[in-house]
């Protein structure tokens, strides 16, 4: 067990639906990151947060916005889904915001837009 | 930008022999390098990592990796392979303070 968790584990909505994705990082972890995994780009990093604050962007699509809470659990909000949305969402958390620390990953949430 | 290379989709290698799995990388800095292994349904799960010193890291589970400079590479070995050790393995890179930058992911196969 990472310590990172997310939820929900699985999603199935429709297209043009709006869907929220949890983390809740380590504790004592800062660093917030969201990845998107799909057959056919790898991983991909989308957006990290660290202590609140945007720090971060990737190839995160104007359609998706995250946010950190004061908590530091994060949120990450994807709308107007289309069916190449479809994917494993991981969220991973790390004490520092980056340098030698290594990330340590949740489970995923797998996403499917039907 | 920094960028990894994982040039192996599969590597198959029978249970008990030595496994490689290969790495490059670039970044225009000094690198901070990783391992992580994912296996069916699960998250990625930290292996091991090089920032600086010796160039052969020891990790979890038997496995270590090697960092050499001049070739830009930082491959994953384990001396004898487990059936258990077969799952998706991937590299990322750090630059500074960047985010992990991931490869592809290379399928290990351990055939018993």
């Known amino acids: 067990d990472s310590g990172v968790t997310q939820t929900p584990k699985h999603l199935i909505t429709a297209t043009g639906q709006r869907v929220t994705l949890r983390c809740s990082p380590r504790?004592?972890?800062?660093?917030v990151y969201w990845y998107q995994q799909s057959l056919d780009q790898g991983l991909q990093f989308l957006i990290q947060?660290?202590?609140?604050?945007?720090?971060a962007k990737g190839n995160i699509l104007e359609r998706f916005s995250a946010q950190q809470f004061p908590d530091l659990h994060s949120e990450l909000n994807l709308s107007s889904l289309e069916l190449g949305d479809s994917a494993l969402y991981f969220c991973?958390?790390?004490?520092?915001?980056?340098?030698?620390?290594?990330?340590?990953f949740g489970q995923g949430t797998r996403l499917t837009v039907v | 930008a920094q960028s990894v290379a994982q040039p192996e989709d599969q590597v198959n290698v029978a249970e008990g022999n030595p496994l490689t799995v290969k790495c490059t990388y670039s970044?225009?800095?000094?690198?901070?390098l990783f391992w992580y292994v994912q296996y069916p349904n699960r998250g990625l799960q930290f292996l091991l990592k090089?920032?600086?010193?010796?160039?052969l890291v020891k990790g979890s589970y038997g496995f270590e990796a090697e960092f050499n400079k001049s070739q830009t590479s930082f491959h994953l070995k384990k001396p004898s392979a487990l059936v258990s050790d077969s799952a998706l393995y991937f590299c990322?890179?750090?630059?500074?303070?960047?985010?992990?930058?991931f490869g592809k992911g290379t399928r290990l196969s351990v055939i018993a």
């Open positions: 970044v225009s800095g000094n690198p901070y």
């Open positions: 504790s004592g972890d800062l660093s």
């Open positions: 990322a890179v750090r630059d500074g303070n960047t985010p992990l930058v």
């Open positions: 090089y920032i600086t010193g010796d160039n």
């Open positions: 947060y660290y202590n609140g604050e945007e720090r």
């Open positions: 991973a958390s790390s004490v520092a915001g980056g340098s030698g620390a290594e990330a340590f």
